[in-house]
């Protein structure tokens, strides 16, 4: 079951004109900024499918650079996120990509500052709903149906444990995890999909922890 | 959890609920949230609903001009009384496409089931709202209901223009409207399914050709006649009549013939009415080119 609330389908409350054009790559485009942690100097952003084909006419492009701004679906700022974006001296660049992409609403984002860059793969499935299938290089490989995080992570002892006693004492049961690291002892990634859903003060709890970097939910 | 329409109607009268309830119930089990909370925000979206609405019968237009207005002329027209059809239908038809006009407007609404199909919900609600003086709580319902035959529909086929055409949009919508409109009517939930089936059953088929890729044309027109079409369907629910095809099985017919609809017409603004003359030239004029010679 992808869709689990009915909100998923009353809702969300947002700007127009598409749902899965414009909230959902709104949605892609916040997923990337909270788990960047900061505003981004710099952002290449690359469409396939319909996103590319449509891009413009749905306003998918300042939305998802709304999302960058840390936006939500229903802030009508989205609609000059551009020329806030140019303001405030972030470079965006659209790439509009001819490869055929699994699913039809695609987009690749990049985007960085002279601490570090992060680049993330997320699909928009329909009604503002989407899903995160790519992080760093890491492919997640998350069902979309149970509530999901992603934490970034030293990798280093304990580090796992933590977060799942963390969850524990929450009573909140983990139904699927996954650990990647690229080299030994360097930055690590969690995708955990859990039964019940988990509170902001959860996330931030989880966040306070050591050698946790950052905690973003992906999945409600 | 229901997993399709039959298990859900099952579940109403097992229960002796309504379907509104049973989703209602779902949500608070599902995440946890209090009865109280879930219902908040379902007030919340039916007055971000509402606003649109108002604003939408008042007149807008879109950015690109492609789009606004029709709402307004439906309204003055409704007034002079003199129509043919019937004052309720137009009603409903009037209140989907101002809602679509203030979301190709850019305007703020609440997606049922997605934002290009924003109007059937509300639109339909708002005019049967005159006809049966509702509280605010069947309001609300009516919106449970809608989201629960979407709920299905969302999880065994699907809401997304791109991946399944019109069909899956403003069809989905639609069918969602007429089983809405079925309960506040006082209907049983099989009625319910029955509308639902009824509606879908006609919007099979219907591919995703905005012209320029803007929700505008002929997306507005089509959440008009996705009302136009619940109203009647469960109108004929009502009067008892059944689909010789189950709902479920209706709901499965159409995310095949989704998969099966070429990409042109998904959302890509390729093929059907993008593709006309007109719809390029419109196009042209909006971009400076045609979109795909950019």
Known sequence: MKYRSVFDIIGPVMIGPSSSHTAGAARIGRVARSLFGREPKWANISFYGSFAQTYKGHGTDVAIVGGLLDFDTDDERIIHAIEIAKERGIKIRFIEEDAVPDHPNTARIIIGDHNGELELVGISIGGGKIEITELNGFELKLSGNHPAILVVHNDRFGAIASVANTLAKYEINIGHMEVSRKEKGKMALMTIEVDQNIDDNIIKELEELPNILKVTKIVD | ?294
């Open chain 2, 1 to 294: 959890m229901f997993r399709n329409v039959a298990e859900l109607v099952e579940l109403a009268n097992s229960q002796n609920k309504k379907i509104s309830e049973i989703m209602i119930e779902q949500e608070v089990s599902v995440t946890g949230r209090s009865r109280e909370e879930i219902i908040n925000q379902m007030d919340r979206n039916l007055k971000v609903m509402e606003d649109a609405v108002e604003r939408g019968i008042k007149g807008v237009t879109s950015h690109s001009g492609l789009t606004g207005g029709d709402a307004v002329l439906l309204q003055k027209y409704i007034e002079k009384g003199n129509f043919l059809s019937g004052e309720t239908i137009l009603d409903a038809v009037s209140k989907a496409v101002a809602t679509n006009e203030v979301n190709a407007a850019m305007g703020t609404i609440c997606a049922t089931p997605t934002a290009g199909s924003a109007g059937v919900v509300p639109g339909t609600l708002f005019a049967v709202k005159n006809k049966l003086n509702p509280t605010r709580e069947q309001m609300i319902s009516f919106l449970f209901t809608a989201g629960a035959f979407g709920f299905v529909v969302a999880n065994n086929a699907s809401i997304s223009g791109a991946a399944g055409g019109c069909q899956a949009e403003v069809g989905s919508a639609a069918g969602m409207a007429a089983a809405a409109i079925v309960e506040m009517a006082g209907g049983t939930p099989e009625q319910c399914a029955e509308a639902m089936a009824i509606t879908l059953k006609n919007m099979l088929g219907l591919v995703c050709d905005p012209v320029a890729g803007l929700v505008e044309v002929p997306c507005v027109k089509r959440n008009a006649m996705g009302a136009a079409n619940a109203m009647v369907a469960a109108d004929m629910a009502l009067a008892g009549i059944k689909s010789r095809i189950p709902c479920d099985e209706v709901i499965d017919a159409m995310f095949k013939i989704g998969q099966s609809m070429p990409t042109a017409l998904k959302e890509t603004a390729q093929g059907g009415l993008a593709a006309t003359p007109t719809g390029r030239e419109l196009e042209a004029k909006i971009f400076g080119m045609p979109l795909n010679e950019k």
